[in-house]
């Protein structure tokens, strides 16, 4: 069918096809210049000996669970306090949603600007007096961390809002009112009926937020730049400096088919937990 | 309660806003260094236009890329889209799965050998084959919207525009695009959004002289450090397009999503 050629054609070039070579690059000594030679399995074989692979699966997981738990409890809050509709209130979402327009670039060269050492924050802190002296926003291995996080809120909360926002709309109004008639507290219908209700959307926002995590690539290459001391360097980015810092493709290969495994198990998992739900 | 509720409402706008806001504003004042000293002024701006190859190669750049993956999805995506929604053909399904499967694949691990496929074909350090590889990620999204917003049109129109003495494909383009277009449009400022602002891909695949905007910030932080007043240009620079796209089509975009989701 004709007009099904172009979507066939790239899919089959662009996905496809890079899907097996993926496999194939991990069984070969495959160097940026120079012919590839098999030698299964040593790009697997050396993993565990890739200390820089090791300890950026625990910084990503890491990473991933305190995002996962502050964004989607943030914008759960976010979704709850817009979610009726009064005068003024498609101001306030678009404002929380604002961010997640801007780019992942601009908004990191926006939060350096914000983490300089005696910078705008830090002047504002003090004035306060909530701070002493300047803070090093970026300086030591759990600082840069959250100040990461707090940009990826920052940007994601009201993205999530919106996603929570929809399953919000979705449950109809003579719940509420068959749930108010009984007498039931405002914590009782949120705890009893809200939050059931929710549970779909809910655990929608947390696929999306964990697989975007696991993949985090953009925050730590501008913001942090891995550092200090390699401290903040994800999963991606060590795929990254394998295939284009180390000229090892073989083995960013590897890691790759080995995330890629993983990742596509836990999506397999999460869909099904997902379509239980439904 | 009304007045807590607008309170906190206006309490939170403000802390997101505020970043915004507060770069837009550090991006005119002047600075020890720059071409101007004190004051408001654009001394930034003009700084970052001369600064390395200049803000506007990275720009243009970047433009091409959005541009031809934009045009590259809509096209593809709109005759894909009404393949799936009116014909039957082999290998349909397995198509349709193949294509949804890009977004159970993360993109990441595609990197490496997408690299040695786009050398193959001779379009590494290409915006080309860039654009290619971007349009190939917007296009479950767009498929799938795509899909779902020409089902929604009646067969009827087609079928009046075909008594009428249209081709099928004339039908298709007078009468069944039209009809679609919140879809076209959510589809066209995903894919406007994702191509501005991808990084991963365009560092690996491109190389000085085909940089695009995402990474002339990352070496404009690496060379320029405390001097955030200039950063400050760059990224308004960089910001104004996506949030144009995103004002201008605000009213459609909840609209075109909403019309996929129900369809779904």
Known sequence: MLYAAPTAAIVVVFFLVPLVVVFWMSANRWRILGSPTFNFPDNYTKIPDNQLFLDSVSFTLKYTAITTVLLSGIALALALSVQNSRPGVGLFRTAYFLPGVVGFAAASLLFYAFYT??????????????????????????????????????????????????GLQAIPLDVYEAARSDGASRWQTFRYITLPLLRPTIALMLVLSITGSLLAFDQFFILTRGGPDGTTVSMVMVIFREGFTRFDLGSAAAISVLLLIVLVLLNVVQLRVLGRNR | MRVGWYSTGAA??????????????????????????????????????????????????????????????????????????????????????????????????????????????????????????LIMFQLPFAIFMMRNSFEAVP??????????????????????????????????????????????????????????????????????????????????????????????????????????????
């Open chain 1, 117 to 166: 050492q005696s910078g705008p924050l830090d002047d504002l802190l003090i004035d306060l007096g909530i701070a002493d002296e300047p803070i090093n926003w970026l300086g030591t291995p759990n600082a840069a961390l959250f100040s990461t996080i707090g940009m990826v809120i920052w940007r994601f909360a009201g993205f999530n809002m919106l996603i929570l926002l929809t």
């Open chain 2, 12 to 133: 939170l706008s403000i802390l997101f806003l505020f970043p915004l806001l507060w770069g837009g504003y550090e991006s005119f004042q002047g600075q020890a260094g720059s071409g101007q000293e004190t004051g408001f002024g654009f001394g930034n701006y003009t700084a970052m236009a001369e600064y390395g190859e200049g803000i506007a190669t990275y720009l243009r750049n970047t433009a091409a890329v959005s541009l031809m993956t934009v045009v590259g999805t809509l096209v593809v995506s709109a005759l894909g889209g009404y393949a799936f929604a009116r014909f039957r053909f082999p290998g349909k399904e397995i198509l349709f799965l193949a294509t949804l499967a890009i977004l159970m694949v993360p993109y990441a691990t595609i990197l490496i050998p997408l690299y040695v496929v786009l050398g193959e074909l001779g379009l590494q350090n290409s915006l080309v084959g860039l654009s290619l590889v």
């Open chain 2, 155 to 264: 067969r009827e129109l087609e079928e009046a525009a075909l008594v009428d003495g249209c081709t099928r494909f004339g039908a298709f383009v007078r009468v069944v695009i039209p009809n679609a277009a919140p879809g076209l449009l959510a589809t066209f400022v995903y894919a406007f959004l994702f191509a501005w602002d991808e990084l991963l891909f365009a560092t690996a695949l491109t190389e000085q002289d085909a940089e695009t905007i995402p990474i002339g910030i990352r070496n404009f932080i690496g060379n320029y450090n405390e001097e955030y007043d200039q950063l400050m240009a760059a990224g308004v620079v960089s910001t104004i397009p996506v949030l144009i796209a995103f004002f201008a089509t605000q009213r459609w975009l909840v609209k075109g999503l909403t019309a996929g989701a129900v369809k779904g």
